[in-house]
């Protein structure tokens, strides 16, 4: 009789385990598993019509962009001085700039400040309105206290909006946002107007008198408009501002010499002359006149150019910014509340 060895016999046991192992976990698998064994559900599509809009201008329209308004405070604080002063006259981002305030008048260390330039009382041949619409303020750029003496305290520049310059008056930092854009649609040009107000860009930001997308105007309509921030306004062109064309210039006669050569006879009328007014006549008959025409029209449809949302509200007067055009804007085109 064969004796057995426990030790022969352990190590047959795990060869046997371990072939058998790998064969295990398909037909688990075949059985049908535990439900946390299974694939988990796919993730949730997202809805890109649910996002959020984004907002219609950037800081830079919305801290920078200006205003005017109808009396400037007065005793306001105002920058004295700068670090660097001794080198330079101009001054932005990063620099660090005296105050003439302090602990009497309640600066705190923290406090922010926005940089204000008054340029003077504006008046604009574009507006109905008679007299000033207000004055013209730059807002140049913002400040942050560091140190807060007793008269006298040091501000750091955190946004250059333009060259900051001794003189330029501080106001308490306004809590400002940008309202909500709109979905990008096609620029209706021969829209019907809403009959609702109407004025006209009297000013744009940095002087500019042709503008584009995301430039700073300011229009003739204010809080006694009843126009508020976030109201947007159709840009239009009033007929005969900013003609380039002038019917002066235009051929008048149908025919002339000259038109032709003396050999081949091409029939002497100019491409350019209108129709004659009596085509039962001779060539050389009166045309008729762009004028003419014009004053015996019916009414067209306007030229639409672009438009524009209120980003701030002033009394006789709105800033806003050009969201979308369908060519230059100028000075002195007119807008309609949408």
Request: net charge positive.
């Given at each position: ?10 190590k ?22 535990s ?154 040009r ?37 126009i ?52 039962n ?8 006149k ?47 509340l949408?």
């Amino acid at each position: 009789m064969r004796s057995s060895n426990p030790l022969t016999f352990c190590k047959v046991l795990a060869f046997v385990l371990l072939f058998c192992a790998p064969g295990a976990a398909p037909a688990s698998a075949q059985t049908g598993g535990s439900p946390a064994q299974q694939q988990p559900p796919p993730p949730a599509a997202v809805n890109r019509n649910e996002r959020r809009p984004a907002p219609a201008a950037r800081k830079s329209e919305v801290a920078c962009g200006g205003f005017i308004e109808q009396q400037s405070p007065v005793g306001q604080p105002q920058i004295v001085g700068a670090e660097q002063e001794h080198a330079r006259r101009l001054f932005g981002q990063g620099d660090l700039l005296f105050i003439d305030a302090g602990a009497q008048q309640g600066v705190r260390v923290g406090q922010e400040f926005e940089v204000t330039r008054p340029r003077g009382q504006f008046r604009s041949k574009f507006s109905r309105k008679g007299g000033s619409l207000g004055i013209y303020t730059q807002e140049i750029g913002q400040l942050r206290v560091v140190r807060a003496g007793d008269r006298v305290s040091v501000a750091e520049v955190t946004l250059s909006c333009s060259d900051l310059l001794l003189g330029d008056i501080l106001r308490p930092l306004p809590q400002s946002a940008a309202p909500a854009g709109r979905a990008e649609v096609s620029l209706d040009r021969f829209a019907e107007p809403t009959g609702k107000q109407t004025g006209h860009i009297v000013l744009a930001r940095d002087g500019r008198e042709a503008l584009s997308r995301d430039q700073v105007v300011f229009i003739d309509l204010g809080a006694e408009d009843n126009i508020k921030a976030g109201d947007y306004l159709t840009v239009f062109r009033p007929e005969g501002h900013g003609t380039l064309v002038k019917s002066p210039g235009e051929i008048t006669a149908n025919a002339r010499h000259g038109y032709e050569s003396n050999e081949f006879r091409g029939g002497g009328f100019s491409n350019q002359a209108q129709r004659v007014k009596n085509v039962n006549g001779s060539k050389y008959g009166e045309t008729v006149k762009t004028p003419s025409i014009k004053h015996r029209r019916p009414p067209v449809p306007r030229l639409t150019v672009g438009e524009v949302v209120v980003l701030h509200v002033e009394g006789r007067t709105a800033t806003a910014v050009v969201t979308r055009v369908a060519q230059e804007i100028h000075t002195g085109d007119a807008v309609e509340l949408q």
